[in-house]
């Protein structure tokens, strides 16, 4: 009986108590509270929070409002709490600053809701302008004794651009053309010409097509009466146009030169040829009927014994571990400085990338890690990384190649410290081993001519490009044969105990 009276009295309770709500108010001033001396005083916020809204209402421009929401701290002096005030700033072309202040029209009772949540609060006020920078400040009323810490949370805020979902409804976005959407689609026709489909603005009839692909390759005027519909321009291009970037430049009337502009990927055109030309009478139709049938049998025996041999050809094959099912393997070049890095080792790195299906490490690329981690680290940190290691050696000697890579900017020789001979002495040690050897490999252009210095890399396995290219290629994702290694052991044991 006391629990049902209890749980009664809890209804009655609820039912005559109220919940705090907002009223709020343009307070420009300080708060009438600050001059009176207060024995106790309300915490700070929780949390506060910004984001722009739509206004239901819209008032000339000014359609994008500042939601501001705010959570009471659940503590005791939550009791001493009448109001809250917010405090905006905006700084653009020109600063902004104004306040309002938000009564609560119940005392609170308790620390959370009755449904035990927070107390959370929200304000949609205060026009948001275009790319403005925002400092949103509230405290609680009533607020700190002068002379006190006052306690206040703040957040800064930063108005997107038109091309926001929600800006993009302010009246000098709409007027720029954020509403528009020209659903552009270009492909190349041919080396010469792409063509590029949009659909019109109401707001405009004259238009820019540009084509850009690192640099401008084409552009051509466009300028359409009916407007609202879709329309076609032909420009014409000086590069390679399949990727490049089409740039569609509006000119309305509203906003001049400083519309919004929109963007696109050229493609290839789709190929439009037909079987046969399409004739109306049927009696040409009907003559094609009997050739179609037995072509049509004719194909569907061909492909039946096709996907047999397919299956055959799959289960013969199983045995061959291939290549192209293999993830891409990572490799570690070194090279000796007096290697042209521009027309041999760039090359050679393009050939792994493409036809190999490698990731390549080269100490050119890193040059920030090196400084930091000093060469001797790095070397130790790639080999474990990759896959396999290669010494790129050659013996070409080319006047030109030599005169452009000494004089050309950022080049090896001037730019880069040779690691080719400490990468050498540092993974000596590996092809003494039977376990590493297998890792390393030595390919050269023209004939081998490998220094004595570094004769210890004739245990590795060599290959001579372009010559060796197909073997070079499949021996990167093969394990080395034991045979071969224990042959080549013995002899780079004694090559690099000589160094």
Same mark, same amino acid.
């Given at each position: 009986?006391?629990?049902?009276?209890?749980?009664?009295?809890?209804?009655?309770?609820?039912?005559?108590?109220?919940?705090?709500?907002?009223?709020?108010?343009?307070?420009?001033?300080?708060?009438?509270?600050?001059?009176?001396?207060?024995?106790?005083?309300?915490?700070?916020?929780?949390?506060?929070?910004?984001?722009?809204?739509?206004?239901?209402?819209?008032?000339?421009?000014?359609?994008?409002?500042?939601?501001?929401?705010?959570?009471?701290?659940?503590?005791?002096?939550?009791?001493?709490?009448?109001?809250?005030?917010?405090?905006?700033?905006?700084?653009?072309?020109?600063?902004?600053?104004?306040?309002?202040?938000?009564?609560?029209?119940?005392?609170?009772?308790?620390?959370?809701?009755?449904?035990?949540?927070?107390?959370?609060?929200?304000?949609?006020?205060?026009?948001?302008?275009?790319?403005?920078?925002?400092?949103?400040?509230?405290?609680?009323?009533?607020?700190?004794?002068?002379?006190?810490?006052?306690?206040?949370?703040?957040?800064?805020?930063?108005?997107?651009?038109?091309?926001?979902?929600?800006?993009?409804?302010?009246?000098?976005?709409?007027?720029?053309?954020?509403?528009?959407?020209?659903?552009?689609?270009?492909?190349?026709?041919?080396?010469?010409?792409?063509?590029?489909?949009?659909?019109?603005?109401?707001?405009?009839?004259?238009?820019?097509?540009?084509?850009?692909?690192?640099?401008?390759?084409?552009?051509?005027?466009?300028?359409?009466?009916?407007?609202?519909?879709?329309?076609?321009?032909?420009?014409?291009?000086?590069?390679?146009?399949?990727?490049?970037?089409?740039?569609?430049?509006?000119?309305?009337?509203?906003?001049?030169?400083?519309?919004?502009?929109?963007?696109?990927?050229?493609?290839?055109?789709?190929?439009?040829?037909?079987?046969?030309?399409?004739?109306?009478?049927?009696?040409?139709?009907?003559?094609?009927?009997?050739?179609?049938?037995?072509?049509?049998?004719?194909?569907?025996?061909?492909?039946?014994?096709?996907?047999?041999?397919?299956?055959? #050809?799959?289960? $013969?094959?199983?045995? !061959?571990?291939? @290549?192209?099912?293999?993830?891409?393997?990572?490799? *570690?070049? /070194?090279? &000796?400085?007096?290697?042209?890095?521009?027309?041999?080792?760039?090359?050679?790195?393009?050939?792994?990338?493409?036809?190999?299906?490698?990731?390549?490490?080269?100490?050119?690329?890193?040059?920030?890690?090196?400084?930091?981690?000093?060469?001797?680290?790095?070397?130790?940190?790639?080999?474990?990384?990759?896959?396999?290691?290669?010494?790129?050696?050659?013996?070409?000697?080319?006047?030109?190649?030599?005169?452009?890579?000494?004089?050309?900017?950022?080049?090896?020789?001037?730019?880069?410290?040779?690691?080719?001979?400490?990468?050498?002495?540092?993974?000596?040690?590996?092809?003494?081993?039977?376990?590493?050897? #297998?890792?390393? $490999?030595?390919?050269? !252009?023209?004939? @081998?001519?490998?220094?004595?210095?570094?004769?210890? *890399?004739? /245990?590795? &396995?060599?290959?001579?490009?372009?010559?060796?290219?197909?073997?070079?290629?499949?021996?990167?994702?093969?394990?080395?044969?034991?045979?071969?290694?224990?042959?080549?052991?013995?002899?780079?044991?004694?090559?690099?105990?000589?160094?």
């Amino acid at each position: 009986m006391s629990l049902v009276l209890l749980s009664l009295a809890v209804l009655c309770w609820g039912a005559v108590t109220p919940e705090p709500t907002i009223r709020c108010g343009s307070e420009m001033g300080p708060s009438p509270e600050w001059t009176v001396r207060h024995t106790l005083t309300p915490g700070d916020l929780r949390d506060l929070r910004v984001v722009p809204v739509i206004s239901s209402v819209a008032m000339e421009d000014n359609s994008i409002l500042m939601n501001i929401s705010w959570v009471l701290r659940a503590d005791a002096s939550i009791r001493l709490l009448t109001a809250t005030k917010i405090c905006v700033t905006g700084k653009s072309n020109f600063q902004s600053y104004s306040c309002v202040r938000c009564n609560y029209t119940e005392a609170f009772q308790t620390q959370t809701r009755p449904s035990g949540g927070k107390w959370t609060f929200s304000y949609i006020g205060f026009p948001v302008e275009l790319n403005t920078i925002y400092f949103v400040g509230a405290y609680n009323i009533p607020n700190a004794n002068m002379n006190d810490d006052s306690p206040s949370m703040s957040v800064n805020f930063t108005s997107p651009g038109c091309l926001d979902h929600v800006m993009k409804y302010k009246k000098k976005c709409i007027e720029a053309g954020s509403l528009w959407d020209p659903n552009i689609t270009a492909c190349k026709k041919n080396e010469n010409i792409v063509e590029v489909n949009f659909t019109t603005s109401p707001l405009g009839n004259r238009y820019m097509a540009f084509i850009q692909s690192n640099i401008v390759i084409g552009m051509s005027h466009v300028l359409e009466q009916n407007q609202g519909t879709r329309t076609s321009v032909l420009v014409p291009v000086t590069g390679e146009s399949e990727g490049a970037v089409v740039q569609l430049t509006p000119y309305f009337h509203t906003c001049g030169n400083d519309c919004i502009r929109r963007k696109g990927i050229v493609v290839l055109c789709p190929q439009t040829g037909a079987l046969f030309p399409l004739d109306n009478n049927r009696s040409v139709l009907s003559s094609w009927i009997p050739l179609l049938l037995p072509a049509l049998l004719i194909s569907t025996c061909v492909l039946a014994i096709g996907i047999c041999l397919k299956r055959r #050809h799959e289960k $013969m094959k199983t045995s !061959f571990p291939s @290549a192209m099912l293999l993830p891409p393997i990572k490799i *570690l070049v /070194v090279y &000796p400085s007096e290697i042209c890095f521009h027309h041999t080792v760039c090359y050679f790195t393009e050939f792994l990338q493409n036809h190999c299906r490698s990731e390549v490490i080269l100490d050119k690329w890193q040059k920030k890690k090196i400084a930091e981690m000093g060469p001797v680290q790095w070397l130790t940190t790639q080999k474990k990384a990759a896959d396999k290691v290669i010494f790129l050696l050659s013996n070409e000697v080319n006047a030109t190649c030599d005169g452009t890579c000494g004089k050309s900017e950022g080049s090896s020789r001037e730019n880069s410290q040779d690691l080719f001979p400490l990468a050498f002495n540092l993974y000596c040690s590996d092809l003494r081993s039977q376990t590493h050897l #297998h890792k390393y $490999m030595v390919v050269y !252009f023209r004939e @081998a001519d490998t220094k004595d210095d570094y004769s210890a *890399l004739h /245990v590795c &396995p060599t290959y001579h490009l372009m010559k060796d290219a197909a073997t070079f290629c499949t021996e990167l994702f093969h394990v080395e044969q034991h045979v071969s290694v224990g042959k080549r052991f013995q002899a780079c044991h004694n090559r690099c105990s000589c160094l």
